[in-house]
T-cell receptor
Framework: QKEVEQNSGPLSVPEGAIASLNCTYSDRGSQSFFWYRQYSGKSPELIMFIYSNGDKEDGRFTAQLNKASQYVSLLIRDSQPSDSATYLCAVRGSGGYNKLIFGAGTRLAVHP | GAVVSQHPSWVICKSGTSVKIECRSLDFQATTMFWYRQFPKQSLMLMATSNEGSKATYEQGVEKDKFLINHASLTLSTLTVTSAHPEDSSFYIC??????????FGPGTRLTVT
């Protein structure tokens, strides 16, 4: 079982719709969870982080965390074509330093 | 805030030569820096973690004698790919952290070995 799992997609949504991206993780001791956006040929950009169970909202983005189910998700409201990218879920493990374990990413395509 | 730069952004070198990539945190002091490699259509693979003034911790399967990492100051880390071969061609990305939680990524360096 992979440590951080994401559906590779592509997830195709129409402009203006809500895009829902999901991620599961295996390390029950994980405490910190991150969503990065990566455009093709570019490096990842941090867009959300969440540490506590529940929802965290930032503009059009909402991160949801359920530690009991070992599940974290990212909702993008009013999706725009510029949101088309690969979204990487990253989990900070329970080990030392702050090493992040990345999922393989979900490719999101927002079509006009 | 939390800007990380990398230099060069792309480099082409001949097989057998060495290449040095610099990673700088521009507006913060990075207690920890990380080096990743990403092959096309794959996710990030952590190569090593480095703390200022101490030796880097390499991930399993990463040759420490081939990928030399120096973290000389709180704002600079370098990765040297020694005796590069075509299979080392990849997108190398560094990240930096100041709070032991969030990582901020540099723009990446695309290495092509001919």
């Amino acid at each position: 079982q992979k440590e951080v799992e994401q559906n590779s997609g592509p997830l195709s949504v129409p402009e203006g719709a809500i895009a829902s991206l999901n991620c599961t993780y295996s390390d029950r001791g994980s405490q910190s969870f991150f969503w990065y956006r990566q455009y093709s040929g570019k490096s990842p950009e941090l867009i959300m982080f969440i540490y506590s169970n529940g929802d965290k909202e930032d503009g059009r983005f909402t991160a949801q965390l359920n530690k009991a189910s070992q599940y974290v998700s990212l909702l993008i409201r009013d999706s725009q074509p510029s949101d088309s990218a690969t979204y990487l879920c990253a989990v900070r493990g329970s080990g030392g330093y702050n090493k992040l374990i990345f999922g393989a990413g979900t490719r999101l395509a927002v079509h006009p | 805030g939390a800007v990380v730069s990398q230099h060069p952004s792309w480099v082409i070198c001949k097989s057998g030569t060495s290449v040095k990539i610099e990673c700088r945190s521009l507006d913060f002091q990075a207690t920890t820096m990380f080096w990743y490699r990403q092959f096309p259509k794959q996710s990030l693979m952590l190569m090593a973690t480095s703390n200022e003034g101490s030796k880097a911790t390499y991930e399993q399967g990463v040759e420490k004698d081939k990928f030399l990492i120096n973290h000389a100051s709180l704002t600079l880390s370098t990765l040297t790919v020694t005796s590069a071969h075509p299979e080392d061609s990849s997108f190398y990305i560094c990240s930096a952290s100041f709070d032991r939680l969030k990582q901020y990524f540099g723009p990446g360096t695309r290495l092509t070995v001919t």
